[in-house]
């Protein structure tokens, strides 16, 4: 029964080149990146236990990144309409030092990580399904992707983690590829709405972030 699963993956797989198209869009933008200031609207929502709106911030950050290292500037940010920039300045300052980032699975660094299947086209657009190769992975995302395969670009991904990291119950992420760079496509738009924590100390939210590139 593995065999024939693993044959009918195989046989409804991308292409290759389809693959190395997406692996260098990636390397595209990571360069166009590190050359280039990104602005950030950010409007996000933490919830109660029933699930109602209990806080609402808004952030405007700038951010840079020189050899992959992000660099965050805090242009405005209000928690329920207040000010709280000096609040903002440290969350962003801790966010940079660690440096994290949502990997994509079509990135040079992920080869061999991931399997992907096609689950439909229509005209230049290929609906992707992908996982992780070898079992559920805290860092390996689990999700759909649309693509363009003339392009050989992103164009929408909904992804989450194969395994959850400690204290997270749930995390769902939208990415949009919809700002057109000389890089071609770069992220426009990111959502995600999550829930963990511990015990009786359960949180949740959401956020949506658009992203331009003056």
């Known amino acids: 029964m593995a065999l024939v699963l693993s044959s009918a993956l195989a046989a409804n797989a991308p292409s290759d080149e389809l693959l190395k198209a997406l692996t260098a869009h990636d390397a595209r933008m990571e360069q166009y990146l590190d050359g280039h200031t990104v ?8 919830l109660d236990s029933d699930g109602k709106v209990a806080h609402t911030t808004v952030t405007v950050l ?11 500037k805090v242009v405005e940010a209000k928690r329920d309409g207040a000010d709280d920039s000096e609040g903002e300045k440290e ?5 940079d030092k660690e440096n994290r980032r949502t990997e994509s699975p079509f990135a040079a660094r992920n080869a061999g990580k ?17 996982g992780p190769k070898n079992g559920p992975e805290k860092e390996v995302l689990v999700g759909e992707a649309w693509v363009d395969t003339e392009a ?16 997270v119950d749930r995390l769902d992420m939208e990415l949009e590829y919809d700002a057109h760079t000389d890089a071609g496509r770069m992220l ?3 959502r ?7 015990l009786m100390f359960k949180r949740a939210g959401d956020a949506d972030m658009t992203f331009s590139y003056p």
């Open 39 to 46: 602005v950030m609207h950010v409007t996000g929502h933490e």
């Open 62 to 72: 700038e951010q840079t990144r020189k050899d992959g290292q992000l660099h965050t």
């Open 91 to 95: 969350r962003a300052h801790k966010r």
């Open 114 to 130: 991931y399997s992907f299947v096609v689950l439909g086209t229509e005209g230049t657009t290929m609906h992707l399904g992908f």
């Open 152 to 167: 050989g670009e992103v164009l929408k991904m909904k992804l989450k983690p194969s395994k959850n990291p400690p204290f």
């Open 188 to 190: 426009s738009r990111f």
């Open 192 to 198: 995600f709405a999550g829930a963990g924590g511990l």
